[in-house]
């Protein structure tokens, strides 16, 4: 499968445990991005990022989230203290370039359920 | 008032009609224009991909744009019990890498 690989697919966690996300871009992708999806909600960007660089953070919350995409792996988005409100669907796509209109494609999404 | 407007459905249309869905937008800067099809419980698949205004047709699927209007369209012919998703505009501008996304339509094709 050359599609984006993001697991696992469900997470189960409790108010205060740590979240983490994987996300194995297309191959041949370089660029990858993470977005939230809550329900009766369009998709919200929360991060882009190229190996070993983030690029742009702006929809990230300011504390609690954090997102690397190390040289060697998959991207990783993490989020620290879960909360109810953190409760979603996390997708990520990934692009083969990172300027304007690139068409991005997405895996199947990380759906994360605080207890 | 969202960046992205998209008419909420639910549609539900017998087998072999055509679908209408619409997306209007703000931002005068969008210039690339997506429709994502999403099956329940799966990630956003790419549809259409258009740039500037303009129409595009593939297969059974057609993209409108009308950047004077701000208005986006997506029509589906001879519509399959299979077609049965949510389908979410998005869009970009020329130099940014961010989707903007409709909330997304639910349609239900009947058989």
């Not at chain 1, 040289?71 to 879960?82: A, D, T």
């Not at chain 2, 969202?2 to 703000?26: F, M, W």
């Not at chain 2, 993209?63 to 519509?79: E, T």
Request: proline share 6%; hydrophobic share 30%; charged share 20%.
């Amino acid at each position: 499968n050359a599609g984006v690989m993001q697991n696992p697919r469900h997470l189960v966690r409790r108010r205060g445990q740590e979240a983490r996300l994987r996300c194995s871009p297309m191959k041949g992708h370089s660029h990858v991005y993470w977005y939230r999806q809550l329900p009766e909600e369009g998709l919200k960007f929360m991060v882009y990022l190229q190996k070993e660089n983030i690029i742009d953070e702006s929809g990230m919350p300011k504390e609690r989230f954090s997102a690397e995409f190390p040289k060697e792996g998959p991207s990783i988005l993490r989020i620290q203290q879960v909360v109810r409100g953190d409760s979603a669907a996390y997708f990520c796509a990934s692009s083969p370039e990172g300027q304007g209109g690139q068409p991005q494609h997405f895996g199947d999404g990380t759906r994360l359920s605080i207890l | 008032q969202k960046e992205v407007e998209q008419d909420p459905g639910p549609l539900s249309v017998p087998e072999g009609a055509i679908v209408s869905l619409n997306c209007t937008y703000s931002n005068s800067a969008f210039q690339y224009f997506m429709w994502y099809r999403q099956y329940s419980r799966k990630g956003p698949e790419l549809l259409m991909y258009t740039y500037s205004s303009g129409n595009k047709e593939d297969g059974r699927f057609t993209a409108q744009v009308d950047k004077s209007s701000k208005y986006i369209s997506l029509f589906i012919r001879d519509s399959q019990p299979s077609d049965s998703a949510t389908y979410l505009c998005a869009m970009s501008g020329l130099n940014d890498y961010k989707l903007s996304f409709g909330a997304g339509t639910t349609v239900t094709v009947r058989a």
